[in-house]
């Protein structure tokens, strides 16, 4: 592979299994991977626990000024846990009672500019590959290779069914069909940052690819960009 990093933004629905392209994808490159939905995700964590009203906009800065996020390596892992003023919330971010709430605090201005500010930094070196909703539209415009990932409703009901269930077995398939089209309607209708798929980016839908042919396709678009970048708006195939 090249020597010439660049920067990977993908988004998409949720459950379309981002996350796992993601990370294996910066496991072959040697570059990091950013999990945006688990900021937004602590951050919900913290206004649940500290019960901070998500109307109010001066409680909610004042929450933000009290909030340090911070990606950490995990070796056995061998992906980055996000912790949340010093304590690691990787086992916490992902329970229901912050999925149910996570795209109403998202769509909140004062958490995105926090938040965006902070994954624009990680970017500056390059070497970076980052999911979620607004990474090719908003944090990274420029990025060399943009994604929009999307899978058939029923498979990622089914996926993320199976990814709950075995953490919470009381978990029913109601209810994740329901908080995955709550989001996706939430996240794709809200006014700061809707997820759309960005002009420039290629259309990836991973309903009936293996996870291997899924990532041998993005690594050959990955080698094409990283030797050989595109203007803006090009198509690849
Ligand atoms: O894993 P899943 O695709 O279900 O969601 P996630 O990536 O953990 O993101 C959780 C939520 O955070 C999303 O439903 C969005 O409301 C929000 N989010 C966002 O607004 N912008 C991002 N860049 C990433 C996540």
């Known amino acids: 592979m090249s020597a010439h990093k660049i920067i990977i933004a993908i988004d998409g629905f949720s459950s379309c299994g981002k996350s796992t392209l993601a990370k294996e994808l910066a496991q072959r490159l040697e570059y990091n991977y950013i999990d945006s939905g688990a900021m937004y995700r602590a951050i919900t964590l913290y206004f649940l626990r500290n019960f901070i009203d998500f109307s109010d906009h001066d409680k909610v800065l004042e929450a933000l000024a009290n909030i340090n996020l911070l990606f950490v390596f995990n070796e056995e892992t061998q992906t980055s846990d996000i912790h949340l003023n010093d304590e690691?919330?990787?086992?916490?971010?992902?329970?229901m009672i912050v999925s149910e709430k996570v795209s109403e605090v998202a769509a909140i201005r004062e958490v995105r500019s926090f938040a965006v500010a902070q994954q624009?930094?990680?970017?500056r070196k390059k070497g970076i590959v980052m999911d979620g909703r607004d990474i090719g539209t908003a944090v990274f415009p420029d990025a060399e290779l943009k994604i929009f990932m999307t899978a058939d409703p029923e498979v990622r009901v089914v996926r993320r069914y199976k990814e709950m269930y075995a953490t919470n077995p009381h978990i029913t398939i109601e209810e994740v069909r329901h908080n995955l089209e709550l989001r996706d309607y939430i996240?794709?209708?809200?006014?700061?940052?809707?997820?759309?798929?960005?002009?420039?980016?290629?259309?990836?839908?991973n309903s009936v690819l293996t996870r291997e042919e899924q990532l041998e396709t993005v690594l050959e678009w990955v080698k094409d960009r990283a030797t050989n970048p595109h203007p803006q708006g090009s198509a690849v195939h």
């Open 120 to 123: 624009k930094r990680m970017g």
């Open 187 to 205: 996240d794709s209708t809200r006014e700061e940052s809707p997820l759309h798929q960005a002009a420039d980016a290629i259309l990836l839908d």
């Open 88 to 95: 690691d919330v990787e086992p916490y971010i992902r329970d």
